[in-house]
């Protein structure tokens, strides 16, 4: 599979390091899918994988059936959640899962990179890092969990510590 190139000349205020920036043309689509521009995209730091560099970063095989590649969306502090194309079946006749991260790596919010939170502006959270994105692209201060039972910390009831 090969890698496109978007927009190569830089926006202002996006690092230079960040050009080219590479998706794979079906992981672009699926970003354009969901709303979310160019200007968007490049403020982030997504990008493909094949499917030995996804396997490679999560730390454990896939079915050998499929060709994989693997969506980048890089929280902070290295923790990084992938969307896998086409979703992932373990088992005959299960459905599909479409996101999955390293093992043991627990569950954080996403701030995108490179956009900022305004203090004196209400803050959104929302499930998914597409619709955190594209709540940025559309004005708005918005973290995004990677599920809807991501704000809490595993097997208890209470919030993860970033959202303390």
């Not at 060709?67 to 290295?78: D, E, I, M, R, V």
């Not at 969307?83 to 299960?94: A, L, S």
């Amino acid at each position: 599979m090969s890698l496109i190139e978007i927009n190569p000349t830089p926006f202002e205020g996006i690092p230079q390091e960040k050009y080219p920036l590479t998706l794979f043309p079906e992981h672009l689509e699926d970003l354009k899918k969901s709303g979310l521009n160019e200007e968007t995209i490049l403020r982030t730091d997504l990008y493909s994988l094949n499917k030995e560099e996804l396997e490679k970063a999560l730390g454990y095989k896939l079915p050998k059936k499929e060709n994989y590649t693997g969506l980048a969306f890089p929280y902070s502090k290295g923790f990084t959640r992938y969307k896998i194309f086409p979703p992932v079946v373990w088992k005959d006749g299960e459905k599909g899962v479409k996101y999955l991260q390293a093992k043991a790596s627990g569950v954080h919010l996403y701030l995108p990179a490179g956009i900022q939170i305004q203090n004196d502006e209400p803050i959104y959270i929302t499930e998914g890092e597409k619709k955190a994105l594209k709540a940025f692209q559309e004005g708005f201060s918005c973290l995004g969990l990677g599920g809807i039972w991501n704000w809490k910390t595993n097997g208890e009831d209470k919030p993860i510590k970033e959202l303390l």
